[in-house]
């Protein structure tokens, strides 16, 4: 069965700080990976896709990672701002698949 | 562009009440999607379309029904409602398999 697992479940961090969230993912064939942003009482957007052959990929302050080999991605964030509390959620899509793999979030709150 | 439009934005039901949630696209996608979000559960495929005249059941299908009317919109009705589908309801859509999947704002379901 597919899945995706998500770390942490929620982190809390100071405004300016760096934080990194971790997924790590059983899902194959594998096709390609999307971070998600999930303001609250919104819905998810998309922040970044990873294909096999891509290693490291980013979108502002937003820095994603994929390691194929060990099925693992990160997102990295960068002098975090108060608007970047969300719940940040990864989601894995499979080859000829319509049904992507989506993780349970982490949801990251940046106090001032 | 409007992306993806659903309504109700809230609503509440009574037990055993029916309604049906509406959701419109305007990005001329094959795919869509209904998912529901309750904490700590992540986000659950409850019907796709994975092309106009096409429905199939995902993960969490029991108590609903679907209907493709046409290209740009996919109907979810919830034929007697349970306390149990109170949740917070996402409609989404997509080119096809393996592409990035676009939500509306989310529909918000008290059902007491």
Redesign the interface.
């Known amino acids: 069965k597919n899945q995706v697992e998500q770390s942490p479940q929620s982190l809390i961090i100071l405004e300016g700080k760096n934080c990194t969230l971790q997924c790590n993912y059983t899902v194959s064939p594998f096709s390609n990976l999307r971070w998600y942003k999930q303001d609250t009482g919104r819905g998810p957007v998309s922040l970044t896709i990873m294909t096999f052959s891509e290693n490291t990929k980013s979108n502002g302050r937003y820095t994603a990672t994929l390691d194929a080999d060990t099925k693992q991605s990160s997102l990295h964030i960068t002098a975090s701002q108060l608007s970047d509390s969300a719940s940040y959620i990864c989601v894995v899509a499979s080859g000829g698949s319509y049904i992507p793999t989506f993780g349970r979030g982490t949801s990251l709150i940046v106090h001032p | 562009n409007a992306g993806?439009t659903q309504t109700p934005k809230f609503q509440v039901l009574k037990t055993g009440q029916s309604m049906t949630l509406q959701c419109a696209q305007d990005m001329n996608h094959n795919?869509m999607y209904w998912y529901r979000q309750d904490p700590?559960?992540?986000?659950?495929?409850i019907y796709?379309s994975?092309s106009e005249g096409t429905t199939d059941k995902?993960e969490v299908p029991n108590g609903y029904n679907v209907s493709r009317l046409n290209k740009r919109e996919f109907s979810l009705r919830l034929e007697s409602a349970a306390p149990s589908q109170t949740s917070v309801y996402?409609c989404?859509s997509s080119e096809?398999?393996?592409n990035?999947?676009?939500?509306?704002?989310?529909s918000w379901l008290t059902v007491v």
Not at chain 2, 40 to 45: A, P, S, T
Request: aromatic fraction near 18%; glycine fraction near 30%.
């Open positions: 993806v795919s700590g559960m992540g986000l659950r495929l796709y994975a995902g996402f989404a096809g398999a393996g990035t999947i676009y939500f509306g704002e989310g």
